[in-house]
């Protein structure tokens, strides 16, 4: 029986002055128990209201066989460990048990947390220094150029400002993430000197208090001179700022669900939206985010002078066709190359490829599609020029205008190599598709393109027209130079013209200075 402490204060009072158990019992209204409880208590200060734990004869008896499920599974992934319902499942299928579900949730519940916690647990207040990056990837969906990708979202965080970048990449490779890094630290136009990441197994990753970078992420710290450490498995709140910041700017940013023409569109999207939230953030400690930024850009370093080329170099070989295999999608280094041992390097836009002595050999966009080709039209000219007869069934006719293949298949074969060749070295300048209209326009034209015709025209094409036709006419030959200051009043024009936005009137214009 508990009693009130004005009665406990009686029964000890009584006692001092010598009544007994029976008279201070019937003086107070409380049983003799009582009585007894409290006059030989020595300690009555104030004691924590704690709850009683609560008799489970139905559960307690089966404690042996669920404590030892839970310590086997200390020693396995933990997503492969039991869940509440799988230990209940095994008692009821192993053991008998006749009790409820919710009892064993209770039992699991509370014998993890008198388990498990200890010191580490929980989150500390942290002031991180001035300097210190955090970067994370997130996930979300887009639809660049009509097509609905999943992309990764790189977000970088300052927490000693709040302030925050971020960078759509189209995965989590090394390249992928270093030339992310890159980006973001020219967007913020300094080095930090720490950079806290995750577990992440494309830059480095933590086993048993041992850190394994990986060599193209070592490579960009030393470029940069920047320290980086990685965080215990499953403990995103060691970089809780970034941790935040992935799903604010996603939500911020992202949503709805962004239509964009291209990857760097969206990557301009993003930039302006960062800075537009950084203008108005403010860092929880250090007031105004602007303010507390520029304290985190005094601690950092300068870029170099040098940036740093994100790049995966892989020994590949060709097949008979000249293709190569790297991560699952082939890329065409073309007919001449078939069968040699090449260098491909994996950037995150693109694939180099390169024979064994440093030699170019072909450019192309990165595919993240399994089992996609990945060719250049310009890479299989060269094969073409030397049998011309081929053009007929070649696949490069999937690449080039109809009105160009009506034109092409009409020649002879002296002329379709001279046109063939003087489209190959005009795309090696202007591109391939330059290069085509290019010539198209030489057909038109009643001509058959040779080199220097199908260059100078493809150029202007790819330069955009007006402006790119003088470009091209000045520095093009001694002959050209001549014949511009001859014209020079007509030339004045089309700058006039172009520079007033008059795009058609210049184009017009310039075209008379295309030379013969």
Request: hydrophobic share 40%; glycine share 6%; aromatic share 8%.
């Amino acid at each position: 029986m508990t009693v009130s402490p004005d009665v406990q204060q009686c029964i000890r009072r009584m006692d001092a002055d010598g009544a007994g158990p029976t008279e201070i019992a019937e003086a107070l209204g409380v049983c003799r128990n009582s009585v007894y409880k409290y006059s030989r208590m020595e300690d009555l200060s104030p004691q924590p209201p704690v709850a009683e734990r609560r008799k489970r004869p139905a559960i307690d008896r089966y404690a042996d066989f669920i404590v030892g499920i839970l310590v086997d599974d200390r020693s396995v992934p933990r997503k492969q460990r039991h869940s509440a319902q799988k230990i209940f499942d095994r008692l009821v299928a192993e053991q008998g048990y006749a009790g409820s579900y919710p009892t064993v949730c209770r039992f699991v519940r509370e014998w993890k947390f008198a388990q498990e916690q200890s010191p580490r647990d929980g989150f500390l207040e942290l002031d991180w220094a001035p300097g210190t990056m955090q970067a994370d990837y997130g996930a979300f969906t887009a639809t660049v150029a009509g097509e609905r990708l999943e992309l990764k979202l790189l977000v970088a965080t300052f927490p000693h400002s709040n302030v925050r970048f971020c960078i759509a990449m189209m995965c989590e490779k090394a390249e992928c993430f270093c030339e992310g890094l890159v980006e973001i630290f020219e967007m913020a136009g300094r080095v930090p000197r720490l950079v806290v990441l995750d577990n992440a197994t494309e830059a480095g990753r933590m086993l048993f208090g041992r850190v394994t970078e990986s060599k193209l992420f070592s490579q960009l710290r030393a470029h940069y001179r920047f320290e980086a450490r990685f965080c215990n498995p499953d403990s995103g709140n060691e970089k809780g700022s970034v941790e935040n910041a992935v799903g604010f700017l996603r939500r911020n940013l992202l949503v709805p669900v962004p239509s964009v023409p291209s990857l760097d569109a969206l990557n301009s999207m993003l930039l302006s939206g960062c800075r537009r939230i950084n203008a108005t953030a403010k860092s929880r400690l250090h007031g105004p985010a602007p303010k507390a930024f520029a304290e985190d850009l005094a601690a950092m370093m300068a870029l170099p002078g040098v940036r740093f080329d994100s790049v995966r170099w892989v020994h590949v070989r060709s097949d008979k066709r000249g293709y190569i295999q790297l991560d699952g999608v082939s890329y065409c280094a073309g007919p001449a190359w078939h069968g040699r041992d090449l260098l491909a390097g994996a950037r995150a836009r693109t694939v180099e490829i390169m024979d064994m002595h440093g030699r170019h050999v072909a450019s192309l966009p990165r595919s993240w599609k399994q089992g996609e080709l990945v060719r250049n039209p310009a890479s299989l000219v060269p094969a073409l020029v030397a049998r011309p007869r081929a053009f007929g069934e070649s696949v490069i006719r999937r690449d080039m205008p109809e009105a160009l293949l009506s034109h092409m298949d009409r020649l002879e074969k002296d002329d379709l190599r001279r046109a063939l060749r003087a489209i190959g070295r005009a795309s090696d300048a202007s591109g391939f598709d330059a290069a085509c209209q290019a010539a198209e326009r030489l057909f038109a034209e009643g001509r058959v393109p040779d080199d220097a015709s199908c260059d100078v025209l493809a150029r202007r094409i790819a330069s955009g027209g007006a402006e790119g036709a003088l470009l091209q006419i000045m520095i093009y030959s001694p002959e050209a130079q001549d014949a511009f200051r001859k014209q020079l009043p007509a030339a004045l024009e089309v700058v006039r013209l172009f520079a007033e936005g008059n795009i058609p009137a210049a184009t017009h214009a310039a075209n008379a200075f295309v030379i013969e």
